[in-house]
């Protein structure tokens, strides 16, 4: 009998494309806890308590707290929302000018659909320096489903509002000629209050950032008609790849 070889998942698959591409662009690669703290997770992206915008990310919290080490509160832990509180950490730590991408998985108290886990993967893009405006998004990002698709795609920019850009876009995907778009991420330039917080001159440094459903992507990629076939185990899928 001919040994089955291994092989790797789609997501996977997606995920090491991804990484390819934008690094060619230039991005560098972040990565964070999945585990997050209500203030990175939220207050820090100018989401705070009782904020009416908390209701866009149904949360899982945990029942255990950390400790603060600064203020020696406890402090309220979750299953990170997006992979935006990144942009909070990396920025903590790094100066303009910078661009990177972080990949990893993100968690929502939701009911499923053909289109929505609990489970699923984000790539946040975050790119700072001067003179960054969101006409450099869309060039950029047109680039790169260019590269990843293989094709050109179509996209739109619709208004959207998430508290730490200014303005906000969603971006929906679609081949050309179809008729129906898939919203693939949330994006905008990012808020000066963001910014000013994490003691970066808003009046020199502007940047965009986004954060993009991977599982998506791969939907689209490969003709899958529901995100949950990713997460079933079912080897009729898996090893087609
Ligand atoms: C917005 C602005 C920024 O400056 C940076 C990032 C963002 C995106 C924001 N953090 C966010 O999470 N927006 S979102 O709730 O609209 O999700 C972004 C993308 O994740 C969606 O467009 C979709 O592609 C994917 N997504 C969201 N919920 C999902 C999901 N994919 C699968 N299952 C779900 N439950």
Redesign the pocket.
Known sequence: MEEKRGHYHPLSIVGRDIIRIWSALGFEIATGPEIETEHYNFDALNIPDNHPARD??DTFWLKSKIKNQKTKIGENLLLR????PMQVRYMENNKPPFAIIVPGKTF?Y?ATDA????Q?H?L?GLMVGENINLSNFKAIILKFFEEFFGEKKEIRLRPSY?P??EP?V?VDLRNPGEKKWL??????M?HPKVLEDLGINHNKFQGF?????L??LAMIKYGIPD?RLFYSGDLRLVDQF
């Open positions: 866009l990310w929302t997006h992979t935006s929502r939701e289109t929505h886990e609990a699923f984000q946040e998430f730490f850009v906000g969603e919203e693939i991420m949330g994006a905008g990012v950032a986004f954060g993009m459903g599982d998506r995100i």
